[in-house]
């Protein structure tokens, strides 16, 4: 399967990323590992994260406040957001036009 990133989530990685580097050195690196073993683990097991809503699933990661936010559509993985568990919930609903 193939991973597809809305450009707004790709930001939201970069953005996180630097706020954990700027609060510990090597942090910010820990967080892109983690959203990595995400999408390593969504591709593997697409379909097992609970639907959220409509057609999208989320993944929790480990050790941040983040859930990756998701569809399947054939073989394409279409993340839409990567967002904060305590901001703004469903901002990211406009992206679903896979």
């Known amino acids: 399967m193939r991973v597809r990133l809305d450009p707004a989530a790709k930001s939201e990685i970069r953005q996180a990323a630097l706020f954990y580097e700027d609060c510990r050195e090597g942090l910010g690196q820990e ?13 593997r097991y697409p379909t097992v994260w609970r639907i959220l809503k409509g057609r999208f699933r989320r993944y929790l990661l480990q050790r941040f ?32 036009k896979t």
């Open 31 to 43: 967080f892109l590992d983690s959203v990595e073993s995400a999408f390593e683990q969504i591709q």
């Open 65 to 96: 406040p983040y859930g990756v936010i998701y569809t399947v559509d054939g073989d394409v993985i279409y993340i839409a957001a990567v967002m904060h568990l305590k901001r703004k919930p469903g901002y990211w609903v406009s992206r679903g």
